[in-house]
């Protein structure tokens, strides 16, 4: 009977300057290649791959790195080699990467423009595959005080009251709000949902006294202010 024959290396078999946690140590993470970062995060490979065969088949699969590290878990799971413990190793890694991009308790950045809304939150919603309403919580000078997540799903005028909108604002003694939400398709046009729903806010916060500054729409690292485009 013929031995099977194995036509990658393990991760052992390689010479130890070339493994991607010797490379790691020696010259920093920052020269490892996404491959090497997603193999020292799986830590092992399969019977038929090494880690590092399997990290390339994993980005191979879904097209880049972007499409792997934003699949979900039984999506991962489709890949031959890949069972639920690695998918569920780089899922959280990635969770534990976008929470690290937004802001730390106690930190105040500054927003100035857009730009800087865009920023602050572009890393953790561009690859959402549902819509998310943030509300920026701003105190006079413009300081960011809090973000909130308002609402998840189809930004609609009947599902977000300005209640649950302005309540956020109020019990951190915002003196101004920012809204921003993201489109999954990857285009910011503001859509007549949107429109509506800032129309309908803006007059809200008149009333109390919280002025809605703008509202950020959110693409693949592409962004509207509708406040730039005269709709607050």
């Given at each position: 009977?013929l031995?099977s024959i194995?036509?990658?290396?393990?991760?052992?078999?390689?010479?130890?300057?070339?493994?991607?946690?010797?490379?790691?140590?020696?010259?920093?993470?920052?020269?490892?290649?996404?491959?090497?970062l997603?193999a020292?995060?799986?830590?092992?490979?399969?019977?038929?791959r090494?880690?590092?065969?399997?990290?390339?088949?994993?980005i191979?699969?879904?097209?880049g790195?972007?499409?792997?590290?934003?699949?979900?878990?039984?999506e991962?799971?489709?890949?031959?080699?890949?069972?639920?413990?690695?998918?569920?190793e780089?899922?959280?890694?990635v969770?534990?990467?976008?929470?690290?991009?937004?802001?730390?308790?106690?930190?105040?950045?500054?927003?100035q423009?857009?730009?800087?809304?865009?920023?602050?939150?572009?890393?953790e919603?561009?690859?959402?595959?549902?819509?998310?309403?943030?509300?920026?919580?701003?105190?006079?000078?413009?300081?960011?005080?809090?973000?909130?997540?308002?609402?998840?799903?189809?930004?609609d005028?009947?599902?977000?009251?300005?209640?649950e909108?302005?309540?956020e604002?109020?019990?951190?003694?915002?003196?101004?709000?920012?809204?921003?939400?993201?489109?999954?398709?990857?285009?910011?046009?503001?859509s007549?949902?949107?429109?509506?729903?800032?129309?309908r806010l803006?007059?809200?916060?008149?009333?109390i006294g919280?002025?809605?500054?703008?509202?950020i729409?959110?693409?693949h690292?592409i962004?509207?202010?509708?406040?730039?485009?005269g709709?607050?």
């Amino acid at each position: 009977m013929l031995e099977s024959i194995r036509y990658t290396c393990t991760i052992h078999e390689m010479p130890s300057d070339e493994r991607p946690r010797e490379r790691l140590l020696r010259l920093g993470p920052g020269a490892c290649t996404s491959s090497e970062l997603l193999a020292i995060l799986m830590r092992t490979g399969s019977s038929e791959r090494s880690a590092l065969g399997l990290a390339d088949e994993l980005i191979r699969h879904f097209g880049g790195l972007r499409g792997a590290v934003t699949a979900g878990i039984e999506e991962m799971k489709q890949v031959k080699g890949i069972g639920e413990v690695k998918a569920i190793e780089i899922s959280a890694a990635v969770e534990l990467g976008k929470r690290l991009a937004i802001i730390s308790e106690g930190d105040k950045p500054s927003i100035q423009s857009p730009r800087d809304v865009a920023n602050l939150l572009m890393p953790e919603l561009r690859d959402e595959r549902r819509e998310h309403l943030k509300g920026l919580m701003l105190d006079t000078k413009n300081r960011v005080i809090k973000v909130a997540t308002i609402s998840t799903g189809t930004l609609d005028s009947s599902l977000v009251h300005p209640r649950e909108v302005f309540r956020e604002a109020i019990v951190a003694n915002a003196a101004a709000l920012i809204l921003a939400h993201n489109h999954p398709s990857g285009d910011p046009s503001p859509s007549d949902a949107d429109r509506r729903v800032t129309t309908r806010l803006a007059a809200v916060g008149k009333e109390i006294g919280i002025e809605l500054l703008d509202h950020i729409i959110l693409g693949h690292n592409i962004f509207v202010s509708m406040k730039e485009k005269g709709m607050v």
